[in-house]
């Protein structure tokens, strides 16, 4: 059984920080792309960051400059750094992965935190 288990988030000010951790465990052959997803009261869930298992990366518009996204393969968890926080970035944050676990290729997610960025 693969388990993706998000921790860090909370209630920052407007201009704060916090860093989300992502860690899998299971039987894991080898993650692929890890992804961060929010999704705000009322509102789609949308991509906020992806990173391919080589480090590539890729961040939706309203995040760019801003938050980070990164992983440390030997232990399976992934990271989003994130910098100057806003209001509207408010919104639960779910970690995302397509996983090998050796016989074939599943798509996990988080049970999802909640980021509060609020004065």
């Known amino acids: 059984q693969v388990r993706l288990v998000e921790s860090g988030g909370g209630l920052v000010q407007p201009g704060g920080s916090l860093r989300l951790s992502c860690a899998a465990s299971?039987?894991?052959?080898?993650?692929?792309?890890m992804c961060w997803y929010r999704q705000a009261p009322g509102k789609q869930r949308e991509l906020v960051a992806q990173?391919?298992?080589?480090?590539?990366?890729n961040y939706a518009d309203s995040v760019k400059g801003r938050f980070t996204i990164s992983r440390d393969n030997a232990k399976n968890t992934g990271y989003l750094q994130m910098n100057s926080l806003q209001p509207e970035d408010t919104a639960v944050y779910y970690c995302?992965?397509?996983?090998?676990?050796?016989?074939?290729?599943?798509?996990?997610w988080g049970q999802g935190t909640q980021v509060t960025v609020s004065s």
């Open positions: 995302n992965a397509d996983i090998d676990i050796y016989v074939k290729l599943n798509t996990y």
């Open positions: 299971g039987s894991i052959f080898s993650i692929r792309t």
């Open positions: 990173i391919t298992s080589g480090g590539s990366t």
